[in-house]
């Protein structure tokens, strides 16, 4: 029986994250396999962050070899966001149908972008950019089908604000170390660690996750063997 100290029993939310020691160790050692905080080759924002709105749209419930593609193929097809604002929902989605649910992105990529040129009079989010953080989160997670994830991706990746975006690999990883309840929703999981982590290792802390989800904590079959966060991880130790 593992016997948890003050530190680690859950909150009031429901968490058991361990002590801010053993939280930073265990950072620290994604950070010593995967080199995301201290490489300086972090994904290239967008000069535009609709750009990276609309990308992370496509993203939701699919791969992103098949967002790219579909990404692509819209910018191919309609090189402007006003092109794609005139254009019909049946030819958009066509366009990104790699993505997935093509129907369904179509028809709220229309919505988004209706909505920000009468905001802002442009089909442009450069505007965020002046904005204070927490009302940049707010208008993005107040748009049709962006939620806590694609805000904080748009806030983090391409307005250059501290966001902790939790996808599948960042709410995967956060559950089986023992951190978060099993039924946390990603939403709840990203506020869990922007409390838990200096906002100066947001950025290379969800990379570092990311790649550890991708290669070690796979969603199947994961190589717990080969992990050195083992010995730090209620899923981990429970693996024969």
């Known amino acids: 029986m593992i ?20 939280l930073e160790k265990v950072f620290d050692l994604l950070e010593e396999l ?5 490489d300086s080759r972090h ?6 962050p609709l750009d990276g709105l609309i990308l992370t749209v496509l ?19 309609y090189p402007t966001w006003k092109d794609v604002a005139s254009a019909s929902v049946e030819s958009v989605a066509d366009a990104i149908r790699p993505a997935g649910i093509a129907n369904n992105k179509a028809a709220r990529i229309g919505e988004i972008l209706a909505l920000i040129v009468d905001d802002f009079g442009a089909h442009s989010l450069k505007a965020l950019a002046r904005w204070e953080p927490t009302r940049a989160r707010a208008y ?16 983090l990746f391409d307005l250059g604000m501290a966001a902790f975006p939790a996808d599948t690999h960042v ?12 039924n946390m929703p990603p939403g709840e999981i990203q506020s869990v660690m922007e409390e838990a982590l200096p906002p100066s290792r947001y950025m290379g802390a ?21 992990c050195p966060l083992r010995p730090h991880c209620a899923y981990g130790r429970g693996v024969a």
């Open 3 to 22: 016997r948890r100290t003050k530190a680690d029993r859950p909150d009031e939310k429901g968490t058991s994250l361990p002590p801010r020691e053993l």
């Open 34 to 38: 995967w080199h995301r905080e201290r």
């Open 43 to 48: 994904p290239d924002p967008f000069s535009e």
């Open 59 to 77: 993203s939701q419930n699919t791969n992103d070899v098949n967002r790219d593609r579909a990404f692509g193929r819209l910018k191919k097809r």
């Open 140 to 155: 993005l997670e107040a748009l049709p089908g962006v939620g806590p994830k694609t805000a904080a991706c748009v806030l």
């Open 171 to 182: 709410s995967r990883l956060c559950r089986r170390l023992g951190w978060v309840p099993e």
């Open 206 to 226: 969800h990379l570092n996750l990311i790649e550890q989800g991708r290669h070690l904590c796979r969603a199947r079959s994961p190589l717990c063997g080969d």
